[in-house]
Each structure stands twice: as structure tokens, then as C-alpha cells.
């Protein structure tokens, strides 16, 4: 599949929306200032494509939505042009791609080799943080743990970065959630996970 001409206007605005919450053709038109028929169209393309799944609400009653969409998996569509390499490709996403696209997201591309470098050492401490989030309005690491050990170890790692970069310490009753705030590992998802 050429996802160049694929992902155009408007299936890249659905495929947006869903990204963010499972929706219903008539929650979609309106979202995109058109007609649930055209939509619905721009559906049964991404539902070919393998791109959305459609579930069934349960509810038939008129006005209520029958079926509800929403992404069938999470890729990344990479186009790379490079010294050396020009390529296309189609990734399945996975916790590590996830991650490393959010710290690579950041504005200011200088900060990316210092964030994912902080964000490997403390992943080798994970026993000692609750979670880890990345503040992209400031942008720094959050790291969420009560140990002063890791605190201390972690600031003597950082101050031998060439670049400075911010990076704070906060107890788990102080974080404070916020659009700009992105969860970059949580320890409830590794026991989940178990």
C-alpha cells in the first residue's frame, strides 16, 4: 500500500480523532464538518486497509451509534531521507518506539540524545521510580521516586552532559497532570505486564 497517497485529507483527520478516542461515523461527520455518508465511505477504506476495527455498541435505537471505530493497531509510517539512506517503512509500534517518539517530539531536537541517554540510565533504576514523564512545555524529565539515592546518583550523571537539561524529582502526592505532560513509564504498567 503507498501510504503517501493513502493517508490524505480527510482518513488522516479520522485516523487523528480515533487515535484519541473510539468514535461513531455520525461523531466523526460532525467532527469533520461533512456528511456521515462520506465518512462512512473513508471508513470502509481505512477498514480495508487494516488500519481501524469497528465494534458493535450494542445499541440500535434511533439516533444512538451501532457500531463505534477505532485504531486496529498502532504503527508509525517512517519516511527517512539521509545521507545514505532514503526509505519508507511501515513499523509496528511497541513500548520502545512509543518512548523514544515521544522524546524525539520534542522541539528542540538538540535536547533528544541527552533525554533518551537520561531516560536509559534511569531505566536501569526502575525498582526505585513510580513513573517517569516527559513536561514537552519546558521541556524536561519528571521523575517520580521518593529515593534521594537515585536523586543524587541521577544529578551527578547529568552534570556531565556537554548540553545542560532539566531534570526534576518529585514525590508521588506532588506530580501534577497537564496536557504538556506526557507518561513516559509508570511502574503499574510493568506489573501489569507480569
Same mark, same amino acid.
Given at each position: ?5 493513502f ?6 483527520? /479520522? +485516523? ?6 473510539p !468514535? #461513531? ?5 460532525? &467532527? *469533520?464538518?461533512t ?11 481505512l ?52 518512548? /523514544? +517518539?515521544?522524546l524525539?517530539?520534542?522541539?528542540? !531536537? #538538540? ?5 533518551? &541517554? *537520561? ?10 521510580i ?17 529515593s ?47
Open positions: 500500500m503507498n501510504f503517501d497517497s493517508l490524505v485529507s480527510p482518513r488522516w483527520e /479520522i +485516523l487523528q480523532i480515533l487515535a484519541k478516542s !468514535s #461513531s461515523p455520525t461523531e466523526l461527520a460532525v &467532527k *469533520l464538518e456528511t456521515v455518508a462520506y465518512v462512512s465511505q473513508q471508513l470502509k477504506l477498514d480495508a486497509a487494516g488500519l481501524i476495527t469497528k465494534t458493535k455498541t450494542g445499541s440500535s435505537e434511533k439516533g444512538k451509534p451501532r457500531f463505534l471505530f477505532e485504531l486496529s493497531k498502532e504503527i508509525i509510517y517512517l519516511a527517512t531521507l539521509s545521507e545514505g539512506i532514503s526509505e519508507k517503512k511501515v513499523i509496528q509500534v511497541n513500548d520502545y518506539h512509543r518512548t /523514544i +517518539l515521544k524525539w517530539l520534542v522541539k528542540d !531536537s #538538540s535536547l533528544h540524545y541527552y533525554f533518551e &541517554k *537520561l531516560y536509559w540510565k534511569l531505566d536501569e533504576n526502575k525498582k526505585e513510580d513513573s517517569i514523564f516527559l513536561d514537552v512545555s519546558s521541556p524536561r524529565i519528571i521523575v517520580v521516586s521518593d534521594k539515592t537515585l536523586k543524587s546518583k541521577i544529578d551527578s550523571y547529568v552534570s556531565d552532559f556537554d548540553k545542560k537539561i532539566n531534570c526534576s524529582f518529585v514525590a508521588k502526592e506532588n506530580i501534577k497532570s497537564s496536557k504538556e505532560v506526557v507518561l513516559l513509564y509508570s511502574n503499574k504498567n510493568e506489573e501489569k505486564s507480569k
